[in-house]
C-alpha cells in the first residue's frame, strides 16, 4: 500500500514543510517583542510585534495555499481526523493572529497588555498543538512520505 | 464537521470587540468648564472619518452669525494656516504643509494615506509666507505677494518693533521688518532651535511675545497620539516653551499640553491662554479639547492623563506621580475638535455679543463617528475666565462627506473684523458686523442685541 502523497511538491518533495517555519518563527518572535516590551516599556518592542504578527500572517497564509492543496487533492489525508485538527488549529491561529494585529494597531500599553500579550502567548501554544499532530500525520500516518519503492511519487 | 455558524459568531464577537462604541453623549457634555468625561473606551478599531476636501463653490461661503457677514478676503491661497495682522494692516499668511513622517509600524501608512486624504489633492504646500494687502481698505485683499519664500513648515508669527519671529517647524527665525515693507531686510537669524524630525509629529509651532517683548512662547505639539514612541521623543514637546529672544535660552513654561496651538494674552488678567488637541483613540466623547490659561511650570497631565486626573492606560509605564501633578484646564471645547485657532476680542468691532471674549478654530475631526468642529466659535469670558455657553460664528464648511474647507487660524484685523485662515478651503475669510455698531455720521441706534 502506498502513502499519502502530497499534491503541492516539487519532485515529489512537499513544500508545506517547507514554508511553515516562516509563519512560526513570527508569531513566537511576536510573543518574545511582546514580553520584552513589557519587560522594558520600550515603545520600538510594540512596534516589532506589529510588523512580526503581519509576517506572521501573509507567510501563515502562503503555508495555508500549500496545506489546503495537500489536503483538497488527497482523500486519505481528508480520511485522517488528525488532518482536520491540524487544518482547524491553524486557522483560530491566524484569525487570532488578525484580531492580535488589530490590537496591536492601539498606542502605547494598549496594543500589549494585556489583551495582545495574552493573544501572542496563546497563538504560540496553538501552533506547538498544531505542529505536534502536524507531526503526527508524518512520522505516524506517513503523509507525504516517499514510498518504499520509490516510484509511485513520480 | 466544519461548522460555518460557528465561525461566524466567533468573527462577530471579535468584531464586537474591535469596534468602539460611538458616540453616546450630547455635543454640549463636551463643552464648559465642567464637561462629562467618559471612561476611555481603547477599541481596537477606531472610527476613522474623514470629510473629502472639494473647494468652495464659486460665490459660497461659510454661514456667519446673526448680525454678522463674511466674506473672502483672499482666494487662491495654498494652505493657508495662520495668520498676522501688522501695525500697518497688512496681513501675513503662513501657507504650510508638514514633513511626511518616517514609518514606523503598520499602521502608520494608513493613517498617513487618512490623513493626505483631509488634506486635499491640490498643489503641495508652498512653506511660504505670503503678504495681504487691502490699501485700499474695500475688505478684500487687492495683492498676495511672496514675503518669505524657502521655510522648512512656517506656522506662527509674531512682531516685536521691527524683529519679526517665525517658527518654522524646526527653528524659530528672526528678521529685520519695517512697516510697510513688502519684504523683510536682509536674511534671518536662528533665535533657537525648536523640536523636529525625523518624526514631528505635531509639526504646527506657534510664537507668541510677552507684552514688554522681553521673552517669546512658543507651543510645541506631541511627537506621538500618547507616547506610544518611547518618552525619548518627546523632549521639549507637548509644551509651551519660554524663550529669550536674545539668547536663546529656552525653558518649559507649561507642559503635559498635547497639541497647543493658537497664543494670546489675557488683557484684563495677563495671563497667557493657549487651545490644546486632545488625544485620540478613546472614543468619541473622549477627551475634550479645550482652551485654558497657563500656569507657570504648570503640568496638564499628557500623556498619562487627560483632563486632569483622568487616567489613559495607555503610557507605560504608568505615572501616577505625574497624574498627581496634572491641573485641570479651564473650559472645554468638544472632544476631537480639532480645535487650532485662538484669539482674545480685544479690538474686534463684530457688536456686543462678541466684545469680551476669545473666538477658537475648530479644524474638524477624523477620529469621531459624527464629525465634530469644522466651524469657528465665540467663547464669552467675564473677569478673565470663560462664561457661558459657545456661540457659532462661522460654519457652514461641512457638507455632508466633503467639506468646502476647514478654518485653522484667527486674528483681529486692524479695522476690528475678523480674519479666518481656511486652508482646506484655500481661502482668507473676513467677518465683520453687518451694521457698524458706530457708522460715522449717523445717529447712534440703541442696538437690540
Not at chain 1, 47 to 54: A, K, N
Not at chain 2, 322 to 349: E, K, N, Q
Request: charged residues 15%; glycine residues 12%; hydrophobic residues 45%.
Amino acid at each position: 500500500m502506498t502513502n499519502p502523497r502530497s499534491t503541492f511538491r516539487i519532485a515529489g518533495h512537499p513544500l508545506h514543510p517547507m514554508l511553515v517555519p516562516l509563519p512560526i518563527g513570527f508569531l513566537v518572535g511576536a510573543f518574545l517583542t511582546d514580553i520584552a516590551f513589557w519587560q522594558t516599556g520600550w515603545a520600538s518592542f510594540a512596534y516589532f510585534s506589529s510588523w512580526l504578527i503581519g509576517a506572521g500572517i501573509v507567510t501563515a497564509l502562503l503555508a495555508a495555499v500549500a496545506g489546503f492543496t495537500d489536503f483538497l487533492g488527497e482523500p486519505r489525508i481528508r480520511a485522517l481526523r488528525l488532518a482536520w485538527w491540524h487544518m482547524f488549529g491553524n486557522l483560530l491561529a491566524v484569525v487570532l493572529s488578525v484580531v492580535n494585529f488589530l490590537v496591536h494597531m492601539r498606542d502605547g500599553a494598549a496594543a500589549v497588555l494585556p489583551t495582545g500579550i495574552v493573544l501572542s502567548g496563546t497563538v504560540v501554544l496553538l501552533l506547538l498543538f498544531n505542529g505536534w499532530i502536524g507531526g503526527e500525520m508524518v512520522f505516524r500516518h506517513r503523509v507525504g512520505v516517499r514510498d518504499a519503492d520509490g516510484g509511485s511519487e513520480l | 464537521m466544519f461548522r460555518p455558524a460557528g465561525l461566524a459568531g466567533l468573527l462577530a464577537a471579535l468584531a464586537l470587540v474591535a469596534c468602539g462604541k460611538g458616540e453616546q453623549l450630547p455635543e454640549e457634555a463636551g463643552y464648559g468648564p465642567n464637561p462629562t468625561i467618559p471612561a476611555p473606551d481603547y477599541a481596537a478599531l477606531p472610527p476613522i472619518r474623514i470629510a473629502t476636501p472639494v473647494g468652495w463653490p464659486d460665490g459660497q461661503t461659510p454661514r456667519a452669525a446673526p448680525g454678522l457677514k463674511v466674506e473672502a478676503f483672499a482666494t487662491g491661497l495654498i494652505n493657508p494656516r495662520w495668520l498676522l495682522v501688522l501695525p500697518n494692516g497688512d496681513v501675513l499668511v503662513a501657507e504650510s504643509g508638514g514633513p511626511a513622517e518616517p514609518i514606523k509600524r503598520p499602521k502608520d501608512p494608513i493613517v498617513a494615506f487618512a490623513m493626505r486624504k483631509a488634506h486635499g489633492s491640490g498643489p503641495a504646500p508652498p512653506n511660504r509666507i505670503s503678504l495681504l494687502s487691502d490699501r485700499d481698505g474695500d475688505g478684500l485683499a487687492e495683492s498676495r505677494t511672496t514675503f518669505i519664500d524657502g521655510l522648512e513648515a512656517p506656522f506662527g508669527m509674531a512682531l516685536v518693533g521691527q524683529d519679526l519671529y517665525v517658527a518654522d517647524t524646526s527653528a524659530l527665525l528672526r528678521y529685520r521688518y519695517a512697516e510697510g515693507a513688502s519684504q523683510p531686510m536682509g536674511g534671518s537669524a536662528m533665535v533657537a532651535e525648536l523640536p523636529g524630525g525625523p518624526i514631528n509629529h505635531h509639526w504646527t509651532k506657534n510664537v507668541i511675545a510677552s507684552p514688554d517683548g522681553s521673552r517669546l512662547y512658543v507651543t510645541v505639539g506631541s511627537n506621538s497620539n500618547v507616547a506610544e514612541n518611547g518618552m525619548e521623543h518627546e523632549v521639549n514637546r507637548a509644551a509651551v516653551l519660554e524663550i529669550d529672544p536674545v539668547t536663546g535660552a529656552t525653558r518649559l513654561y507649561a507642559s503635559g499640553l498635547r497639541n497647543p496651538n493658537g497664543l494670546d494674552w489675557n488683557a484684563e488678567t495677563g495671563a497667557l491662554w493657549t487651545v490644546v488637541n486632545e488625544r485620540d483613540e478613546i472614543g468619541d466623547d473622549a477627551s475634550p479639547d479645550y482652551i485654558t490659561s497657563l500656569t507657570p511650570g504648570g503640568f496638564y497631565g499628557w500623556p498619562w492623563s487627560y483632563w486632569g486626573r483622568h487616567v489613559d492606560k495607555r503610557p507605560y509605564p504608568a505615572r501616577p506621580d505625574m497624574i498627581a501633578r496634572a491641573l485641570t484646564p479651564d473650559y472645554a471645547i468638544g472632544s476631537h475638535s480639532g480645535s487650532l485657532g485662538f484669539a482674545f476680542a480685544d479690538g474686534a468691532m463684530l457688536g456686543p455679543r462678541f466684545a469680551g471674549g476669545a473666538f477658537v478654530g475648530q479644524h474638524g475631526s477624523w477620529n469621531r463617528s459624527r464629525p465634530a468642529g469644522y466651524r469657528v466659535i465665540f467663547i464669552p469670558f467675564a473677569s478673565g475666565q470663560p462664561s457661558g455657553a459657545p456661540i457659532v460664528v462661522l460654519d457652514g464648511f461641512l457638507n455632508g462627506s466633503e467639506v468646502f474647507g476647514r478654518p485653522v487660524g484667527v486674528a483681529i484685523a486692524g479695522d476690528g473684523s475678523l480674519l479666518v485662515a481656511d486652508d482646506a478651503g484655500n481661502t482668507v475669510w473676513r467677518v465683520t458686523a453687518v451694521t457698524p455698531p458706530l457708522a460715522m455720521g449717523s445717529p447712534v441706534a440703541t442696538s437690540a442685541d
